[in-house]
C-alpha cells in the first residue's frame, strides 16, 4: 500500500466518520444539487475542511466503458476544483469501446499499467481479472478510508460477493434487483395492426408466449419475431430456464438448479429440458417465425426491438417499467412476468462494480472518493449529470437533458459505466427512471421467491481445465449454432451428437472441477 500521505490517517479518519450517508440522514438534495447533511455541524465542516487541506496533491486514473462523452473533462475539472479540499485531487477520465473492454483491462494489466479504479462486473473482466490478481486487496484500505460505506456494504451482505479467499477484491454497486424474465410488446404496433388488447400480465408460461407470438406473426408479418442470440445458447431458452427453476451462470454454457441445496453445476445440454427447448427452436422455424439468414444476420435483437421492427421481446422487471429508447417517440408497451412464482435469483452486488488495479498509486485516495460519493448529493450529481444547465438540467427534482439534447446527443449524462458508481439514496427520476423506480425495483427483489445465489461471488479459476474449457467452447459455437437458429433437420439426433463430443471434449471433467470449487465455496461460508 503506498505510504505518502500516512501522517494524516489519524485527521482522514476524522474526516470521513463526519460525512453524513442520506439514505440513513433522511436528507433531500435542493434546486442546487446541493444536500444539507442532517446530523452534522458547522464545526465539524470547518475542522473537515482544515483537515483535509493537508493532503498532498494526486492525479486519480480511472477507466470507464463505452464512449468519451464531450463535456467529460470539463465536468471532471469542475469536481476536482468543487471538492479540492476533501479529496485535492485532479482527475484523468478515460473510456475504452465496449467491444474492447475486456481485452484491453487484461492487456494492461499484464503490461504492467498503473491506474487507480475501473469500472467492471461479474459479467465482464471481473473474474479474469481476480483470478490474475489483477486487482488490489481492499480489506485494510476500505475500514480506514471509506467506513461508512464497508459498515453499510457489510450490513447488506454484498461485500461477500467480492470477497475471495478472504480478500475484498472490489467496491460493488448498492442496488438491488432481479432480472426475472417479463414479456414485453408494443401496444402501439398492435393497435395499427387492429390486433385486440392483450392484457397486462397474461403471458405467464411458455404456452402463453407461443399464442403471442403466433398471433403478432399473422397480423404483422412483415416483421422479424424470433431473432436468435447465436453467441449464447442460454439466451434463446430463458423461459424454459424460468419454468424449471435452473439459472445460467454465464460460464461456458455452465447452470445449476436452484432447488439443489449443494448448487450442483451442471452443462447445458446435460438439463432435462434441452433437448426439448431445441425442438421447441426448430418448429419456430418451421413456422417461418425465425428468418433463414439468422446464422448471418449479426444486428442484435435489442436494434430490431428499438426501430420497432419486432413487436415484443424478453427482457427484465427494469426494462419492463424504464421508459425504453424507442426511435417512435409514440412508441408505448405492456408486460407480463414469466412464471412469476418461480424462483429466481437477485442480481447480484458483483453486477457492476470498482475496482482498484494493483498498480494504483493513490488507492487510499480514490477509496476516500467512493466514500464521498456514497455520503454526498451534490458530488453524486456532477459525477452523474455534470454541470447544472449545461450537461442537465432539473425539472424539479428530475434531471434532464438541456434543451435541444437527447440522449444520442448528449455532451456528458447517460456515460458509460456509471451504473458501478449509482447509489439509490440519492438517483434523481430522469426520463427513463420515473420517480421511486429504483425503490420499486427493490421491493420487486425483495419477494419471498426472489432469493440470493448461495454461490454469489464465485469466481471459477479455470486454470486446471482451460483447454477443456477451450473445446467446449468451439464445439457449442459450431453444433449449437445450427440449433439454435432452427435449421437443423433432426433436432434430437444433432443434440445427441453434440453431447457425445461435449463429453468427450471433457464437459464431465469441467463439472467435476467447477463443483469442487463450489463445495470448498460453500465450505467457507458456513
Not at 494489466?109 to 491506474?115: F, H, L
Request: hydrophobic share 40%; with cysteine.
Amino acid at each position: 500500500m503506498k505510504k505518502k500521505g500516512f501522517k494524516i490517517i489519524a485527521m482522514m479518519l476524522a474526516v470521513v466518520m463526519t460525512a453524513c450517508v442520506a439514505a440513513a440522514c433522511g436528507s433531500a438534495g435542493t434546486e442546487s444539487g446541493t444536500t444539507a447533511q442532517a446530523g452534522s455541524s458547522t464545526g465539524a465542516a470547518v475542522s473537515t475542511a482544515a483537515q483535509s487541506s493537508e493532503l498532498e496533491p494526486v492525479t486519480l486514473k480511472f477507466y470507464f466503458m463505452n464512449d468519451k462523452k464531450s463535456a467529460t473533462d470539463e465536468v471532471w475539472n469542475a469536481i476536482s476544483e468543487k471538492f479540492q479540499k476533501e479529496l485535492n485531487a485532479k482527475f484523468e477520465i478515460n473510456f475504452i469501446p465496449a467491444g474492447d473492454y475486456v481485452n484491453k483491462l487484461m492487456v494492461m494489466s499484464v503490461a504492467g499499467n498503473d491506474w487507480d479504479a475501473n469500472y467492471d462486473g461479474g459479467w465482464m473482466a471481473y473474474n479474469q481479472m481476480v483470478t490474475k490478481g489483477a486487482y488490489m486487496d481492499l480489506n485494510e484500505l476500505f475500514p480506514k478510508y471509506a467506513p461508512k460505506l464497508y459498515s453499510e456494504l457489510q450490513s447488506s451482505g454484498s461485500l461477500s460477493a467480492v470477497t475471495v479467499n478472504g480478500n475484498i477484491k472490489a467496491v460493488p454497486w448498492t442496488l438491488k434487483g432481479n432480472e426475472h424474465p417479463f414479456i414485453v410488446w408494443r401496444t402501439d404496433l398492435l393497435k395499427k395492426a387492429g390486433i385486440a388488447d392483450i392484457p397486462k400480465d397474461s403471458v405467464k408460461t411458455i404456452e402463453d408466449l407461443d399464442k403471442l407470438i403466433d398471433t403478432l406473426h399473422k397480423a404483422m408479418p412483415e416483421l422479424k419475431m424470433v431473432i436468435p442470440n447465436m453467441n449464447n445458447i442460454a439466451s434463446n431458452i430463458l423461459p424454459y430456464f424460468v419454468r424449471d427453476e435452473y439459472f445460467d451462470l454465464n460460464f461456458h454454457g455452465m447452470t445449476i438448479n436452484m432447488n439443489d441445496p449443494n448448487s450442483t453445476v451442471v452443462p447445458i445440454e446435460q438439463t432435462p429440458f434441452f433437448k426439448e427447448s431445441m425442438q421447441h427452436i426448430k418448429r419456430q422455424f418451421d413456422s417461418g417465425l425465425i428468418s433463414k439468414d439468422a446464422m448471418v444476420d449479426k444486428t442484435e435483437a435489442s436494434q430490431y426491438w428499438n426501430k420497432g421492427m419486432i413487436p415484443y421481446t424478453v427482457t427484465s422487471h427494469e426494462w419492463a417499467y424504464a421508459k425504453p429508447a424507442f426511435t417512435d417517440t409514440n412508441a408505448a408497451i405492456e408486460s407480463s412476468q414469466l412464471y412469476p412464482e418461480k424462483k429466481y435469483y437477485n442480481r447480484s452486488p458483483t453486477g457492476n462494480l470498482m475496482a482498484i488495479s494493483k498498480n494504483s498509486k493513490n488507492p487510499e485516495r480514490t477509496m476516500m472518493f467512493f466514500e464521498l460519493i456514497n455520503g454526498n448529493q451534490e458530488l453524486y450529481d456532477m459525477v452523474m449529470y455534470g454541470i447544472k444547465d449545461k450537461t442537465y438540467v432539473l425539472n424539479g427534482e428530475a434531471a434532464d437533458f438541456p434543451s435541444g439534447m437527447t440522449s444520442a446527443t448528449s455532451n456528458y449524462m447517460e456515460w458509460g459505466g456509471q451504473w458501478a458508481l449509482w447509489k439509490p439514496q440519492f438517483m434523481r427520476p430522469t426520463a427513463q427512471y420515473s420517480e421511486g423506480f429504483w425503490t420499486r425495483e427493490a421491493e420487486f427483489a425483495s419477494t419471498a421467491n426472489h432469493i440470493q445465489s448461495p454461490i454469489d461471488g464465485l469466481s471459477f479459476d479455470d486454470t486446471n481445465i482451460k483447454t477443456e474449457l477451450a473445446k467446449r467452447d468451439q464445439i457449442l459455437a459450431e453444433l449449437g449454432k445450427p440449433l439454435v437458429a432452427g435449421v437443423e433437420r433432426d433436432v434430437d439426433k444433432a443434440v445427441d451428437e453434440m453431447n457425445a463430443k461435449l463429453k468427450n471434449a471433457g464437459s464431465d471433467k469441467i463439472a467435476e472441477e467447477l463443483n469442487k470449487q463450489v463445495k470448498a465455496f460453500l465450505a467457507a461460508r458456513k
